[in-house]
């Protein structure tokens, strides 16, 4: 078998399986996969023939059989230099992943592909997620793509066009009211009463696994040098865990080697738990109260395993940084500005990165790696602009004189 599960409490060692995530013992289980099958098939120079997608790396994705993969065309997004802002803060490299340019404009694509191709293989058809509107919309498209039945629950204050492109995909669409969390409460029932499959944040292994493409291409991208510094806007932190276990899998391959980048979380005030956890003692509590920042894919007051990402962001000399709205903001101009739309949680690891810098915690030698999770255009609601409207060039003339 190329991938099992292993329980890192007991040792344990159990065959896969869809809904297998927990050990006897208590503890979780994690896919293991054995390198020596791995390596049969993946080599550095291999990859140069694959595709353009996360699949080139289906060797260390957990699907059996390749004709289950569902793809809608995602991942290999572009990671681009950054170079005003190299120069505006003396800071070495500085680049920004696109993962806005996904199938569903947003990274949860990757997460979906995985979850769903392995939910055909398993055979199911009815999918449900809670969602903050990225990972419902990308459920709903690879679900109706698959020819899967698809349930998403998102808190009321969503984007709104998040919430019509989940209409517009089929996806049977709920507005609830409370968080994400409260959202998760119902996914959990219909899970037992309806037999809904579970698509929540590590409620299975094919998100987790599914972002993890996200570490093999920075390395591959950066010609199997990892930079210095990721910088990861963070809710239920799936991203931090996949992107962990594949520079851990890329090591254990021998195609990186040296240091691991240091992890940084960044989470908007007003709902910043992880901030607060490595502040504090460590120990990671959920926040239940004056949850007040935006309904962003960083608005997780209680994640599945807060405990994990704050040991990640530990291990890998990370950190966790809290940007305030008008921050968030500022970045989104100034990104803007550099060419590169970019959604809140995006421009929140540009106002990651200034602070960082500014408090010396990043240096000039760093090599530092943005994540734009999705685009500005999805988190718009605007009706109209204050714009002048013209119809000759005369029209703009008179109104470049009067400015
Ligand atoms: C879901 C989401 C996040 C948070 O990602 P996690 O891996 O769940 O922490 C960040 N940005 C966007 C745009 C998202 O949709």
Redesign the pocket.
């Known amino acids: 078998m190329r991938f099992t599960l292993l329980c890192k409490v007991c040792g344990k060692n159990v065959p896969f399986g869809l809904k297998t995530k927990i050990c006897s013992c208590g503890g979780n289980l994690n896919i293991e996969y054995d390198m020596e099958i791995v390596k049969q098939t993946f080599t550095k120079e291999s990859l140069t023939h694959r595709d353009s997608t996360m699949w080139r790396y289906a060797e260390l994705l957990p699907l059996e059989n390749k004709a289950n993969i569902v793809s809608l065309g995602e991942g290999w997004t572009p990671l681009i230099p950054l170079r005003k802002a190299e120069a505006m803060l003396s800071i070495n490299k500085i680049w920004v992943k696109r993962e806005e340019q996904n199938p569903t404009n947003?990274?949860?694509s990757r997460g979906f592909s995985a979850a769903i191709s392995l939910a055909k293989e398993y055979g199911v058809n009815q999918v449900a997620v809670n969602?903050?509107?990225?990972?419902a919309s990308a459920l709903a498209a690879y679900a109706s793509y698959a020819g899967m039945k698809s349930y998403v629950f998102l808190p009321k204050d969503c984007p709104s066009l998040l919430v019509k492109e989940c209409l517009e995909y089929g996806a049977h669409t709920f507005l609830v009211d409370g968080f994400i969390h409260d959202a998760g409460a119902i996914v959990k029932e219909g899970e037992t009463l309806q037999g809904w499959h579970n698509i929540g944040?590590l409620k299975e292994h094919g998100r987790v696994e599914g972002?993890k493409t996200m570490g093999f291409e920075i390395a591959e991208q950066l010609n199997w040098k990892l930079p210095d510094v990721i910088i990861?806007?963070?809710?239920?932190?799936?991203?931090?865990v996949?992107m962990w276990s594949a520079f851990l899998e890329l090591q254990q391959l021998g195609f990186v080697t040296g240091d691991l980048p240091r992890m940084v979380s960044v989470q908007e005030k007003g709902c910043h738990p992880l901030v607060h956890a490595l502040e504090s003692t460590g120990r990671f509590i959920p926040q239940t109260a004056n949850i007040t920042s935006t309904p962003?894919?960083?608005r997780?007051p209680n994640?599945p395993d807060g405990q994990l990402l704050v040991s990640i962001l530990y291990q890998s000399g990370g950190t966790a940084i809290a940007v305030d709205k008008e921050e968030i903001t500022q970045a989104q101009v100034s990104l803007g500005h550099q060419g590169i739309s970019s959604?809140p949680?995006?421009a929140a690891t540009f106002a990651g990165l200034l602070k960082l810098v500014e408090q010396g915690w990043i240096s000039p030698k760093d090599e530092v790696v943005l994540?734009n999770?999705?685009c500005s255009m999805k988190y718009m609601s605007i009706t109209h602009t204050d714009l002048p409207i013209i119809k000759t060039f005369e029209d703009w003339a008179k109104l470049s004189t009067n400015q």
């Open positions: 947003s990274f949860k969602s903050n509107g990225n990972a944040t972002k990861y806007p963070t809710g239920g932190g799936s991203g931090i996949g962003t894919g960083m997780v994640p959604s949680e995006g994540f999770t999705s």
